[in-house]
Each structure stands twice: as C-alpha cells, then as structure tokens.
C-alpha cells in the first residue's frame, strides 16, 4: 500500500494548497482527529437553529397582531415543542447509535420509498437552509451601508457561498473551528442582553403574566374562544415552524467524537437549552418594551435599542451595532448545518442507489466534497434565480423539515407500539413520539395551509421532482444489478468450463512459479464478480501472449458507507484482501501463476498511479487491464450514474509510456 512515491504534478499542488493535504486513512487516530466534541457539534449543527431566534421570534410576534399579549402562551408553547422534539430526537439516537437523522429512521421503521421521500424533503430544506441563510446575512449587512451599495448585495451573498464552499472542503472540523468566533460572539451578547433585560425589568415580570391573563380573557370576550386560540396556534406554528435544525445531530452523529450517542446528546441538550433560552428571552423582551413593527428594522434591532436607550452612547451604540452584526454574520454561519448535513444525508441515498453512487464518494479529505459542491451550486443557482429575496426564500423554507419531524415521529411511534411487549420502557417512549408527532403533523399542516399560495407549492413541487428522480434511479440501478448477477453466473459458467478442461490440480498449482522473463499482465479490479472475472478470462482467451504471470490490483475506494470508523475501516480493508486473495484462486486454478496488491483510497486514478513504481519494479513487460460495462440499451445519465474510471486511468498510464487495454464487458439483457 505504501509504494514509492511520485512526483506530484502540479495540479494536486494547487488543490492541497486550496484545500490542503490528503488525510492519513490508514492512521486510526484520524477519526479522533476530524471528528467533533459536543461544543463544536453545537456549532456546526445548532447554528441553524440558534440563527431562527433572528427571525424566528419575530414571525410569531408578528402574526399576534394588535393581541400581542398572548406572547407569553406563544413563548411557552415552543419552548414545550422544542424540548419535546429534541427529546424525540434523543431517543432515535439512543435506538440508532452510528446515525439516525430522518432518512434512516423513515427508511428502517416505516419503509425504504418513505425514507426516500423524509431524505429528498431534507435535501430540499438544507439546500433552503444554505441559501435563506446566506440572503438574510447579506439582507443584515447591507442595512449597516448606505443605499448606493445595495445593487452589489447579490454579488457578496454569492462570494459568501464560494467561500463557503471551500472551506467546507477542506474539513468539517476545519469549517466548524473557522467560524467558532462569530457563532460565541452572537451567544455572548445576546445572553447578556437577555439577562441585562429580565434583571432591568425584574419588577415587570409578573405584570407581564399578569397581563397575558387579562390579555386572554379580553381577546375571548372580543372575539371569541375558538378565535383567539385561532391566533395563538397560528403564531405558534409559524414561529415554531422556522425553528428546524433540531434535527441536525442525530443526523451528523458519524462526524461526532466517540462515544457518540454520549457526545449526540450532550450536544442535543446545548442546543435546546440555548434556543428556548433566546426564543423565550426575545418573546418576553417585545412583550416588556411593547415594542412596535418597524418595517425598516426587525424586531431585534427595535429591542436592542429600546433596551440600551439610556445607556452612554459610547456603550450603547457599539454594543448595539456589535450584537446586530454578529446577528447577521451568524446567519451566514448558519448555512454551515446544510453544508454538513445534506452532503451526508445524499451520500446515505446514493449509497441506497437513490441517487447516483458517485455522491457516497469521499475525497482525499474524508469530506463528501461532490455532495458539498452540488450543494453550494445548486444554492447559487436559487440564489441568483430568487435574486437574493428573504421574502420569497422564507415562503419556501421550513415546509420540508417538518415533513421529515412527522415521518421520523410516525416512525419512531410504530417501533414502541412493535417493542411494547420487549421494551418496558415502551409507554415513556410512546408518549413523547406521540405528542411530538402531534406537534409536528399541526404545524406541517398549518405551514402548508398558509404558505402553500405564497410559494409554498413550488416547495412540494420541486420535493416531488426529486422523488420521482430517485425513483427512477434506483429502478436503474435495480435493473443493472440484477443483469450483473447474471453476468456472475454466466462467467462462474465458463470459469468452470475451462476448469474442467484444463484439470489443473492442487499439486500443479504449488508448483506454478513466476516467470521473471515473461509477460505480465496487471488486471485492476475494484471487487470480486462478474466483471473482473469476464476481465481475467478475455485476458487469458484474447491476449494469452501478454499474460504469463497475472497481477491483480485491488482498488478499495473509500465511500460514506464503510468510512464510519476504526472498526468499520479494518473490516473493509480486510474484505479488499480476501477480493485478491479470491481472484489470485481462480487464476491459479486456470493454470496462472498470479499474486495480488491492494490499495485503499478515496481517487481510483491516482491510487492506480501511486502504485505503479510498486508494481513494475521487477516486471520487465507489464500490460495493465481493465474492464469497462457495456450496456445493450444506452440509459439517460449513464455517465453521471456509472463511473468510466479505465479511461481516466488510461489516459494516465499512456503519459508513463505504458500499455493500456480496456476489455469490453457486454452487459447481458
């Protein structure tokens, strides 16, 4: 695995030098290394929902119109919800200790095609996510400039997302410990404001459920019992719904340091104690200054300044812009929970050959940089197509998140009632889901009732497109794998066969030896089937000329799916061995002397690459080989759906003077 090196052209000396340098896989103190401890999860996961209180709070305050008293019910209502799903949320990690998060709690406890669809509304809302957050950081800054410079708003919110990009290509630890000051900035003052507000107004406080009480009793003898819940659940279930990213840990729980359901729920618990804390400090902030609607400030702002009004200038004014600005850059830092979790949550689809497998792919970094940079493209892509509108953005926000809550409740619901005889914890386990997919089923609704003629339909819309797209690739894959299975059994046939004529026996096979002054033919593999079987007989059958000795390389490429761990990674690297161990079998048995090498990596080309001064070292006439599927019927996508690596690798090995075949493997109907 470890050959001797090459010299490194200079286009991977620009991309380490960008994104830095290749990680060390094979040191198991590298998942130590790159994986997060609870305070650095509540950063890159709970900026998404720590950035809501920006808005959040104010959504719900505002749809209480002139009964802005009944803050207080609003208040306690989401502060219940958020504890309430956070603690569901704990449970799924409890039961789904290596990664939970929406698409595999719909996909084990209900059924695949539901956990399709809780994964494809994630993406959605993620993709929203990213670009909501970076509009309305943009909308925050530019309010501090003058009105002249505001044409070249769209133009930062897009350089905001480039770099974004970049940096979480580098890592996530990297990205997360980049953006750590602006996200304890925002922490830090806003607590102190909170603080500074409930001590300023400590006498004021029981006025305030004083006058939630009246204030309720007025609103129902004004216009009626039915329509002044009317007014608080509508508050509620708009402010409530823009509080999403709950969800976030139990979905990144393989980034988190071991233990990491421990490490999940530690996390768990900053994020909902923080974010009640602000959602229920602003709420009772607006109702204690009885702040007014300003249409050229937020609500915050109005706080802010009504809070510090006698402080000394030299104090207040500073402390005000400083809070208001790391208001705004948090909510460029809150994108970073999209460009955590929907590369990881698309890697899991392809890996589930919902999307195409190339997006469980892991780069030299150990990041989904394909998953990070469709993310970032596509978020450009809306950004510029939407113009940067917050108003628009948030119409077609928080609609997916709270598909997926449902479906996941719905789920974690099915399983107690399954265990009830198995579990005594059952009951427990019941009602929290239950009530949590009671909250969640209303809000869901309420938000598509609401939202649904402002904007809300292009949202399901463009959900239902992407489900109707996995469906379709994963027919593709289905049917791919099942005309390979044959294309195992035909050359399991024909390997036999030939077996059978040659009748090479145990004794001939201790004796095969190699032949240091014959051909060498090199045939890479990327596992044991069909396809590197067909490869090894059509070398034998159409250039036996070129193959006195057989050297198989294995090419184990590391994807989302076996890069979980130490464990998971010595297991793969183990499965990688016995793949040559298999083929140098079958070689033998058809008379071969053969040997196998194997590498482990994240690029198939460059792999190959490393390993030639390794493998030609001795061999005086090596021939590389390699097979590429044919398929009788040309697909839609084939090349974004199947990878053409050989060409890649030919293209490589002729720059070195060396001798490339690629074997045409005929995919049977």
């Known amino acids: 695995m470890n050959g001797k090196s090459i010299k490194m052209p200079s286009d991977r000396q620009l991309k380490e030098f960008v994104l830095g340098k290749a990680r060390d896989f094979s040191d198991s103190r590298t998942f130590h290394k790159i994986s997060l401890v609870a305070v650095l999860a509540w950063i890159g996961l709970g900026t998404d929902g720590i950035s809501s209180s920006a808005y959040g709070p104010e959504e719900a305050f505002r749809y209480l119109g002139q009964h802005r008293e009944l803050a207080l019910f609003v208040a306690l209502g989401t502060i219940f919800t958020i504890f309430i799903i956070s603690t569901s949320y704990k449970q799924i990690i409890k039961l789904f200790p290596h990664g939970g998060g929406g698409y595999l709690v719909a996909s084990k406890l209900l059924s695949p095609t539901v956990g399709m669809i809780s994964g494809s ?30 044409s ?46 409930f001590i300023s107004k400590v006498g004021e406080l029981t006025d305030v459920a004083a006058r939630s009480t009246t204030g309720f009793g007025a609103s129902v003898s004004q216009i009626g019992f039915f329509a002044t819940m009317l007014i608080i659940l509508k508050a509620y279930s708009m402010g409530a719904g823009t509080f999403t990213g709950i969800e976030a840990v139990s979905n990144g729980l393989p980034i988190l340091r071991d233990p990491k359901p421990v490490t999940a729920r530690k996390t768990m618990n900053l994020m909902a104690v923080s974010l009640s804390f602000l959602v229920f400090g602003l709420l009772m902030g607006y109702a204690l200054y009885n702040v007014e609607v300003n249409p050229l400030k937020t609500l915050n702002a109005v706080l802010l300044e009504a809070s510090t009004g006698n402080w000394n200038r030299l104090i207040g004014y500073p402390f005000v812009t400083i809070t208001l600005f790391s208001e705004a850059a948090l909510l460029f830092v809150a994108a970073q929970t999209g460009f955590l979790d929907g590369p990881r949550i698309m890697a899991n689809m392809a890996a589930d050959q919902w999307l195409p497998k190339r997006f469980a792919s892991l780069s030299d970094r150990l990041v989904n940089q394909r998953g990070v940079m469709m993310m970032g493209v596509a978020a450009i892509i809306l950004m510029i197509l939407s113009r940067g509108k917050v108003s628009l953005l948030v119409v077609l926000y928080s609609i997916n998140v709270f598909i997926t809550f449902t479906l996941s409740q719905t789920g ?79 050359a399991m046939k024909k390997f036999k066969e030939i077996c059978v004529d040659r009748g090479i026996t145990d004794e001939q096979i201790r004796e095969l030896h190699y032949d240091k002054d014959g051909p060498t033919a090199i045939i890479l593999v990327s596992g044991f089937g069909g396809t590197g079987l067909t490869s090894l007989m059509k070398v034998i059958e159409k250039f ?81 080989f390699g097979g590429q599927l044919v398929f009788a019927k040309r697909y839609s996508f084939e090349g974004l759906l199947h990878n053409h690596t050989i060409f890649m690798v030919q293209r490589k090995l002729f720059k070195q003077e060396l001798p490339v075949i690629i074997l045409p493997i005929n995919v049977p109907d």
């Not at 909501?132 to 309010?143: K, M, R, W, Y």
């Not at 930062?156 to 770099?163: E, I, K, N, P, T």
């Not at 996530?172 to 410990?177: A, I, T």
């Open 121 to 150: 509304a994630l993406l959605i809302d993620y993709l929203l996510t990213i670009t909501l957050s970076i509009s309305s950081g943009a909308d925050a800054i530019f309010s501090f400039l003058p009105a002249h410079l505001h």
């Open 544 to 624: 036996p000329g070129t193959c006195a000795n057989i050297i198989f390389l294995r090419i184990g490429i590391l994807n989302s799916k076996n890069f979980k761990g130490s464990k998971e990674m010595q297991e793969f690297k183990e499965s990688v061995i016995r793949d040559g161990q298999k083929y140098v079998w079958h070689a033998n048995k058809l008379g071969y002397y053969a040997r196998s090498f194997w590498t482990i990596g994240t690029d198939p080309v460059y792999e190959v690459e490393r390993m030639i001064p390794r493998l030609i070292r001795n061999i005086h006439q090596p021939t590389f």
């Open 412 to 490: 974690m619901v099915r399983h107690w009632w399954m265990v009830r005889k198995n579990d005594k914890n059952w009951k427990k386990g019941i009602i929290v889901n239950g009530i949590g997919l009671i909250l969640t089923s209303f809000i869901l609704a309420s938000v598509i009732i609401i939202k649904f003629r402002e904007g809300g339909w292009m949202t399901l819309l463009i959900t239902s497109t992407l489900v109707l797209i996995s469906f379709r690739i994963r027919k593709h894959y289905y049917t791919v794998k099942c005309r390979l299975q044959n294309l195992r059994v035909i």
């Open 152 to 197: 070249f708003k769209l133009l930062v919110a897009v350089l905001a997302l480039v770099l974004l990009i970049i940096i979480n290509m580098r890592g996530v630890k990297e990205s997360v410990l980049s953006l750590t000051p602006i996200f304890f900035l925002f922490i830090a003052t806003h607590v102190f404001i909170i603080f500074y507000i």
